[in-house]
């Protein structure tokens, strides 16, 4: 069908007029009507990929698969033409499991075209129970079946499939090795590295057989892998480059070390690896350019800089690109003078970051500069890279950024001021001089925050006076710089402010005063401590009546802290009470848990919470709870409808040790279906079998 | 961030807005709220994903979160085939479509700082067959902080680094060491803030000509997509354009837009009623 020929230079418009009334049509055919599905089958040998489309969502749309399924098959096998194919073996895959059965069939004897397809339909559907079936064909006369078969197998997955895929390498059939490695890198499984090795051998293997090497953690993989990044071919080279990206985002510095001195002692005898790794630095593949980006840092010549520099400009990159340029030491700085200024604002600031960390003081302006701007994640990064720096001269700069409106901008700024002062004496005095106040004077919430995790004794006048600040966010901040230094050890035991805090009018301000009160008692009861006042415990315990949640909630982790037995009984009420606030029941059972008094009752009540972090305090604390009840409540809790829930319960039945909920732990295992919960089961399993009874 | 905070965290997202992040983007997660550790103070993900449960501050966190998840940098002239395409092929078809109305509504769905949008309504100027025309570029997104620098026009150099888009500096003015957009570009653009799976939101916008909704459709789910192509369905006139990114496509979305080949580029089309 054509409609009218275009003016010259026109844009062609779709040439089938009729195409859209058809698709209109479809979309009110009910394959529930009689002769519904077979007016649905007559459309779906349209020309229209569009109407075909329309045709599968109607079928799809009948409630029971088993009358469509006929349908399907006849189009499947028709001879209307491959879009017509298509469509129906879409429309099969998203059957999903009810069609398994008939393609099972279909992988028998037959026409070629017919199991072929069928392997590809099971693939799409992902069902295991194919996996034996589809094995079987590897082995085929019909290299087409035998493809088809091997990536349908990458698709579903499971153990019987990788160990026919691990089979499949040996085979004399190499498009049956290159579609194995290609499914078996699919499914992230890396065959033995000296199996790789002997593959890579094969040059049509290679690549994905480099590829594989980013999967392994065998120490032979790195050896093999260092090779793979000066192969004489660019695209051998790439799938090597691709392989030490996904090392490198898995894998610790320490971990790498080998693969870092096997591509320097590569370099030797390849004197063009440099050139070739700068060069792939530009890929369009991020994975290739990352794995250049690793290169060149290991390769430690600061003359490259500009090209891991420029990297930078894509996004993704930069933490690569920091590390990488960090790594290239000292001479770094010198070689990028040129190319700072050609980079776009983000990918400056992560040169000007490493170079940070380089300890290059000459970044110190350009870093002042971007802090005082207002793209937010910029001043965000030099913020930071100016605690980094280490520099004095950013103290002035950092401090001004503390009463920033911004809590973005303040928070760094502390963090960053906190960093300067941790290291050395003379750096400490420096921030703390320019950050403690004159008399009377009053300090943003961000520094007095700061002053708490880098002053002393001397600051307490400080911090006392800021808990009666008509602003909330200093009585909070004066509450957490309390925290902050009886987590060192500084302060007494409870100053009276602390505890008029308990009853301010803005709830922020009694749960910060709340957990510092906690974090004192803590203190307080270290050997020599004289415990947590009595009065202040009194404060605390009517604190859990509070009418703020979040008050409650930190009253409630306080006593935890503090060791307050007696008030064991109103923590278990507040644990176990039935639509109590989540964060108030999650507080509750931490504190009996942390006190050791975490019963059973208790527990299976706050199990049953409507809110699944409740739910994972009661499993955490049941793992260590005594008898039999705590071992029943993980196996039950290993059943609900949560994955993170369930995970929770598998680890806390690890945890937990009794060998006796072996055999249960397996049986979950076996029917569980979500991956991270399988793996938290599957280690349950192993060391409760590994157990005695 | 481990791959439970990852989980947990990316559920509570999508719960909030319905932005969806793939297994692949923990990494993209990771690194765009790790700033946000920071800011409150907060000792790792697991106290963050507690934080956005149950902190006072939550709600306006999430929407924090959600805008540092989101925001991406971008540049004028981006993508340019499609853009050639758009300008060559697209406007002059709708230059005589709608040439009784006089009337011109364009979308840039998920504008971040405004690139896109003004790049569009530059290329209409440039077009010249929209003079006197009532025209509007509508930009929204999510992330209100990356509307507040969409409007205000103002524009680093790098934001010119493609090729294409030096030729359109004839359209700024230098001011210190931005570029700012000129007013005659400036009225054909508005921008608002809208979650594109809002349908509550969808209220606000008219009928368009044509939908840009380029690299926003990796932050959803199959279920999201297919909403949110329903509505620019919708919310497209007979005939009207919908320009995705260049990796994506509605393949196992729909199939209620055409796939036209012009010359430069595939795009979409939402079919005329067949008379």
């Known amino acids: 069908m054509t409609g009218p020929p275009e003016a010259p230079g026109r844009t062609p418009v779709p040439s089938d007029p009729g195409e859209e009334l058809r698709y209109q049509a479809v979309a009110r055919l009910d394959p529930l009507q009689p002769g519904g599905l077979e007016r649905l089958a007559a459309v779906l040998a349209d020309p229209s990929w569009r109407v075909r489309m329309a045709v599968v969502e109607r079928l799809l749309s009948h409630p029971d698969p088993a009358p469509v399924l006929p349908v399907l098959f006849q189009a499947l096998t028709s001879a209307a033409g491959a879009g017509t194919r298509n469509a129906a073996a879409l429309a099969l895959a998203r059957v999903g499991a009810a069609a398994v059965p008939a393609l099972l069939e279909r992988l028998g004897p037959g026409p070629s075209e017919v199991r072929t397809t069928a392997a590809e339909i099971l693939g799409g559907i992902r069902d295991r129970g194919a996996a034996r079936a589809l094995s079987g064909l590897l082995a085929d006369a019909d290299a087409n079946l035998r493809a088809a078969a091997v990536e349908a197998l990458g698709k579903i997955g499971g153990p019987e499939a990788a160990q026919a895929l691990l089979g499949a390498l040996d085979s004399g059939d190499e498009p049956l090795r290159l579609g194995a490695l290609d499914a078996l890198e699919r499914l992230r499984i890396a065959p033995p590295a000296a199996r790789l090795a002997e593959l890579s051998r094969v040059r049509a293997l290679r690549r994905p057989a480099f590829r594989l090497l980013g999967l392994s953690d065998e120490p032979e993989a790195l050896r093999i892998l260092a090779g793979g990044v000066a192969d004489p071919s660019r695209s051998c080279r790439e799938a090597a480059l691709i392989a030490v990206a996904q090392l490198a985002a898995r894998r610790s510095p320490a971990d790498l070390a080998p693969l870092a001195a096997g591509v320097r002692d590569a370099a030797l005898g390849e004197p063009s690896l440099p050139a070739w790794a700068e060069e792939a630095v530009r890929s369009e593949d991020r994975r290739v350019a990352e794995g250049a980006v690793r290169v060149l840092a290991w390769l430690g010549d600061p003359s490259r800089a500009p090209a891991v520099a420029e990297a930078a400009e894509d996004e993704d990159l930069r933490p690569a690109v920091l590390e990488a340029l960090r790594d290239l030491g000292p001479g770094t700085g010198p070689a990028l003078a040129g190319t700072l200024p050609r980079l776009s604002p983000g990918a400056r600031v992560t040169a000007l970051a490493a170079l940070a960390r380089l300890g290059d003081a000459s970044v110190l302006p350009d870093l002042l500069a971007m802090a005082a701007g207002e793209d937010e994640a910029l001043r965000g990064a030099a913020v930071e890279a100016l605690g980094r720096l280490g520099d004095l001269r950013a103290v002035p700069a950092l401090a001004a950024l503390l009463d920033h409106p911004d809590a973005g901008a303040s928070g760094p700024a502390a963090a960053a001021l906190a960093a300067l002062a941790s290291r050395g004496r003379a750096t400490r005095a420096e921030v703390l001089a320019r950050c403690r106040p004159v008399p009377e004077g009053r300090l943003p919430a961000a520094q007095l925050r700061l002053l708490g995790q880098v002053g002393d004794a001397a600051d307490l006048p400080t911090f006392h006076r800021a808990l009666r600040d008509p602003r909330p966010a200093t009585r909070v901040a004066a509450a957490q710089a309390l925290e902050a230094l009886a987590a060192r050890r500084i302060g007494e035991a409870c100053p009276p402010a602390l505890l008029d805090a308990l009853d301010d009018s803005v709830p922020a301000v009694r749960a910060a005063a709340a957990e510092a009160i906690g974090t004192l008692g803590q203190a307080a009861r270290r050997p020599g401590g004289t415990g947590l006042p009595e009065e202040a415990a009194r404060e605390l315990a009517a604190t859990l009546h509070d009418e703020e949640p979040a008050v409650r909630a930190a009253a409630a982790l306080a006593l935890g802290r503090c060791g307050r037995f007696e008030h064991v009984g109103a923590l278990a009420e507040l644990a176990g009470a039935a639509g109590a606030p989540p964060e108030v029941a999650s507080a509750a059972v931490r504190a009996l848990a942390e006190m050791g008094r975490a019963e059973p009752a208790v527990l299976e009540r706050a199990a049953r919470h409507p809110d699944p972090e409740v739910v994972k305090e009661a499993v955490a604390a049941a793992a260590a709870a005594p008898g039999g009840a705590a071992g029943e409540l993980l196996l039950d809790a290993a059943s609900h409808p949560r994955w993170d829930v369930r995970r929770a319960a598998a680890r806390a039945i690890a945890a937990r040790g009794d060998p006796a909920l072996a055999a249960a732990a397996r049986r979950l295992l076996e029917a569980e279906e979500d991956p991270m919960v399988a793996e938290a089961l599957a280690d349950a399993v192993r060391v409760l079998e590994r157990r005695p009874a | ?275």
Not at chain 2, 92 to 97: D, G, K, N, Q, T
Not at chain 2, 135 to 144: E, K, L, P, Q, T
């Open chain 2, 1 to 275: 961030m481990g791959p439970v905070e990852f989980r947990l965290l990316r559920d509570l997202i999508h719960e909030h807005c319905g932005i969806y992040f793939r297994d692949e983007l923990r990494y993209l997660m990771e690194r765009r709220l790790g700033p946000r550790l920071k800011v409150h103070g907060l000792a790792d993900f697991d106290a963050y994903h507690r934080f956005l449960r149950y902190d006072a501050q939550r709600r306006a966190e999430l929407d924090s979160a959600v805008e540092a998840l989101t925001t991406n940098e971008t540049y004028f002239y981006r993508e340019p085939h499609q853009l050639r395409a758009f300008a060559s092929e697209i406007l002059p078809m709708l230059a005589e479509a709608r040439q009784r109305e006089r009337k011109l509504r364009i979308w840039s769905a998920g504008c971040s700082s405004g690139e896109e949008a003004y790049t569009i309504a530059i290329l209409v100027k440039d077009s010249g067959l929209f003079e006197g025309w009532d025209v509007n570029v509508y930009g929204s997104d999510i992330a209100r902080r990356v509307l507040a620098a969409a409007r205000s026009g103002a524009y680093g150099g790098h934001a010119f680094r493609a090729p294409e888009a030096a030729a359109m500096k004839r359209w700024f003015r230098p001011e210190g060491a931005k570029w700012v957009v000129d007013d005659a570009v400036r009225a054909l653009v508005s921008f608002g803030h809208l979650n594109l799976l809002d349908e509550g939101m969808m209220g606000l916008v008219g009928r368009m000509d044509v939908v840009f909704c380029r690299n926003v459709m990796i932050y959803f789910d199959i279920p999201a997509r297919k909403r949110v192509v329903r509505m620019f369905r919708d919310k497209l006139a007979d005939g009207g354009f919908l320009l995705l990114g260049h990796s994506e496509s509605l393949l196992n979305v729909t199939a209620d837009f055409q796939l036209v080949h012009l010359r430069n580029d595939l795009v979409y089309r939402k079919p005329r009623p067949t008379p």
